[in-house]
């Protein structure tokens, strides 16, 4: 199996990141570092839009591998995960070669052309190492789940008609979970496990101010304690970081300088997106902010 | 064997290996399942942090050990315990002390200057500062000798003279001075030093550890008191939500009634030439069973009752076909509100207002209850539908009518009971949950997470209850 390079030290991995624009912390760097060095599977779990993708994204951004993403659903299944036999194509070969015999024809329609590589295969068959990012995996169902043991732990699939298939190169696997569900227990002991949760306050800023660097470092702060006090009401769907930053951008083309009653009323509906959420916040975060100053006449 | 130092704690082989597997025991004993698996992989990581940062120690540790938040959680209150009291063990064991050095200076010291010293580390949240200065305040007072000797009273003596209290408060006192206010958490992190260097303190004096107890069931129990944040509960509740919502997709039925998939059942016949031999099905939703929640929301369990209103409503999230009911003396359906409110808080606020659920005396009513329920509401009940009553079986001495119950358990399908005591305490004073058990289907104590956890699990499962 080649070996991929691997970073030294966590400050090199977490400098790695922010170089791929994630401001990482401590423990995300941390078990991103120790993943690559022990080449275990990362589970990521957290609220929705804490940038669990982004960390695996961000991995194969600053480890320099191609990204193999394989989105999970309810009903996801192997054929549509691992590999699938092209029948079309293998009823075709059957018909075209009349003339041959049976052993032929059995020995050539399971052969590897005849194989359509899902993300996971990919992953594995890739001659270059990859970064295999399986997005809430919790979304799935129990058996699907006990199918990736096989490839998490030994880096290998097994076709029945074609033998085991073993990883060329080590992939760097990271699975989110919105934790609906819990995780079966051989899962989760294969991986290495990582809490993401909304950042403090001066790391969001930071964050912030990545994405949208003309943004002024008050507005900046400001914006981020509104969306930290609209994040402490019970929503039903609280404001990710993806949301402070398009808000970020939103206030930049409105050309806000300050976040006041009037501004946040006019993009609220950039960082709250129900309707009954809207009014909540409306409520409580609006009339704490202040009236906005009319210019004197 | 005897030392010098008095009685000797049980500090076990010497080595990082042999603490960490007795901290892995003792995650263990608090119900974290730590696999042998996962023990390597610790001490794989461990081969690749520096051991010099104590965080990246940790974080390395909890990576490999702890699988989810609420082991986590667990981790985090034992790792503590368990390092210090190791350390401590084995300070003991050489006689390394630090007696003597440790009061040196307290002459010297200034409250005041002290006070800001301490303030301003609080406030950069500086760790280690925090630590010192803890060290150097107890100093101060057992210069004084004001020890009490109980560790949580010195705390909070200690806090009280060096004036330091949270936010408001600290302004209106200091008038002028406009002094950063003093955040409740950053407090209690100051506060947490103080406690260490006092029980290190303690240790050190007499040198025993105190002995080591299995983490209080109310630590991990659900703030389930209405004083206690709300945001608390809910936060609970909104996680089971979504398991509730996910919940019987895991178990499909497959013997009957089921649809063939042809796409499945395509490809499954190319091992046989294109012969469909065998056939593939569609998996099977789950049917959603029909529930009736009957709440109890009296004065009795009113620290329950947030807690099971929130639960309530958690569940009406999830099951389309739910009716909730509250009640205390009298019944009161209130499904319209769950179906018509979001907020939490806007529900209990109306379900208290318009329920019109207490008569009289305001003390519950099970067998009127029972009475009502049975004449207005049981003509809907069919085997298929499932009744879930939340309450502590409590009738203050009232007639139980426990035959209108059984009336009630045999139209519905399944009957479930929810008590917010603990089984100890069933039966006992006016409780007369014997009387109603018998009926019921299941009958289960509810007061964690866990608890609910395993009671979703009956309901939405389809498991027969145990017991």
Known sequence: MAEAPKPDSVAETKEALAGARYLADESAALVSFL???????????GPAGVGKTELAKALSRATDRELVRLQCYEGLDEAKALYEWNYRKQLLRIQAGGESGWE??????????????????????????????????????????????????????????????????MPLVVLTSNNSRELTEALKRRC???????????????IVHLHAPELPRALAR????????V??????????????????????????????????EQSMSIIVKHRTDIDLVAERVGVKLADSVRPQA | MPTPYGPKPDAGPPGLAPKLLGFCEELRSEGVAVGTSEILDAFAALEQVPWSSQDDFREALAATIAKSQEDRRLFELLFERWFFRTAEAEA?????????????????????????????????????EMRDLARLAIAAFGREGEGSGVVGVDVQRIRRTLGLSTGAAQQAEDGSDALAPIEREELSRFERHLRRELERDLIERTSTLPPSRPLAELDRALPTSPTQDLAAVHRAVSQMKRRLATL?????GRRKGRTVDVRRTMRASLETGGVPLRLRYRPKRPRRPEIYVLCDVSTSVTSASVFFLSVLHALHDSFRKLRSFVFIERISEVTEVFEHERDFREIAKRISSEGGVADVSG?????RVWLEFLTEISDDLDPRSTVIVLGDARTNGREPHAEVFAQIAERAGRLFWLNPEPRLYWNYGDSVMAAYERHCDGAFECWTTRHLESFVNVVAGGVPAAD
């Open chain 1, 35 to 45: 993943a690559q060095r022990l080449g275990k599977p990362i589970l990521v779990e």
């Open chain 1, 104 to 169: 032929e024809v059995h020995g050539d329609i399971f052969s590897e052309e005849f194989l359509l590589e899902r993300p996971l295969m990919q992953a594995i068959a890739s001659p270059e190492p990859v970064v295999l990012l399986i997005d809430e995996i919790d979304k799935t169902d129990q058996e699907f789940e006990a199918m990736l043991l096989e490839l998490l732990s030994d880096f290998q699939i097994t076709i029945p008609e074609l033998g085991r298939i073993e990883a060329t190169t």
């Open chain 1, 192 to 206: 290495l496990y990582l809490w993401l949760d909304y950042p403090e306050l001066e790391r969001e800023m930071e």
């Open chain 1, 222 to 229: 400001r914006l981020v304690e509104v969306v930290r006090m």
């Open chain 1, 231 to 264: 994040r402490a009401l019970d929503l039903k769907k609280p404001p990710s970081i993806a949301e402070s930053i398009d808000w970020a951008r939103t206030l930049l083309l409105m050309g806000a300088e300050d976040i006041d009653r009037e501004t946040f």
């Open chain 2, 92 to 128: 003991i064991e050489r006689g390394i002390g630090e007696r003597g050095e440790r009061h040196e200076g307290g002459e010297r010291l200034d409250i005041d200057e002290l006070r800001e010293q301490i303030r301003e580390a609080i406030v950069a949240g500086n760790e280690g």
């Open chain 2, 248 to 252: 019987g997709h895991e178990q499909r």
């Open chain 2, 363 to 367: 003390y519950t009513d099970y067998g």
